[in-house]
């Protein structure tokens, strides 16, 4: 079974708007992922977070972590066009040598 | 760098068939990975190897075979192929268990079984 499910599925915005996107998982983790899949393409990995911290920055992203609640959110602020993409994350199912994925968001950013 | 290479990209095959999808990464990375994508299915595992001379099932083993050749290579066989086995494959890798860094992608594999 998935463990992380990231809600929303689709997300449409206009360039120059935030992009929130959420990540509920089922076990205990070590960690998760985000990760960015351009139409067609392999994913890219954008940003790792450890159980032991609760927010992450990368360039225009943001994580947060919130083990409580088994949850995670990746804010893009200032889109672009170029975000446009599916993400998803990623966790490490118990913190076993796994890494199982969510069904992802789909990022449309409008110019 | 080239990173993760999978061969072939595209596949088309009849049901019964078989094949081998080939992956090789020169990161000098310990763990392998290979996953399928279905349409809004996200990604699924089928088979990892956390070490040269290991392997394991993940999540959708059934219908696949994999061989750990060495520590560049992790190719995922499909003894007789399926409709179901339609899908497109990424193969992946990482410097150690994922629990601690990043994997790194190939391209993907296109297969569709007819």
């Known amino acids: 079974s998935q463990q992380g499910e990231e809600d929303p599925q689709a997300l449409s915005i206009q360039e120059g708007e935030n992009a929130t996107m959420n990540c509920s998982y089922k076990?205990?983790?070590?960690?998760l992922q985000w990760y960015r899949q351009n139409s067609g393409r392999g994913l890219v990995h954008l940003i790792l977070?450890?159980?032991?911290?609760r927010e992450k920055h990368s360039g225009r992203l943001r994580v947060t972590l919130d083990t409580s609640k088994k949850s995670s959110s990746l804010l893009i602020t200032a889109s672009r066009a170029a975000d446009t993409a599916s993400y998803f994350c990623?966790?490490?199912?118990?913190?076993?040598?796994?890494?199982?994925f969510g069904k992802g968001t789909k990022l449309t950013v409008n110019p | 760098n080239a990173g993760v290479t999978q061969t072939p990209k595209f596949q088309v095959l009849k049901t019964g068939q078989s094949m081998t999808l080939q992956c090789a990464q020169d990161?000098?990375?310990?763990?392998m990975y290979w996953y399928r994508q279905d349409p809004g299915m996200g990604l699924r595992l089928i088979y990892y190897?956390?070490?040269?001379?290991?392997?394991d099932k993940g999540e959708v083993p059934n219908g696949y075979n994999v061989s750990r050749l060495n520590k560049r290579e992790f190719s995922l066989r499909l003894e007789s192929a399926a409709p179901s086995q339609t899908s497109v494959y990424f193969c992946?890798?990482?410097?150690?268990?994922?629990?601690?860094?990043?994997?790194?992608f190939g391209q993907g594999t296109r297969l569709t079984v007819v």
């Open positions: 190897s956390a070490s040269e001379g290991t392997t």
């Open positions: 076990t205990s983790i070590n960690n």
């Open positions: 977070i450890r159980s032991n911290e």
């Open positions: 990623a966790t490490d199912e118990g913190g076993s040598e796994k890494l199982v």
């Open positions: 992946a890798s990482s410097e150690a268990l994922l629990i601690r860094t990043e994997a790194f």
């Open positions: 990161m000098n990375h310990n763990s």
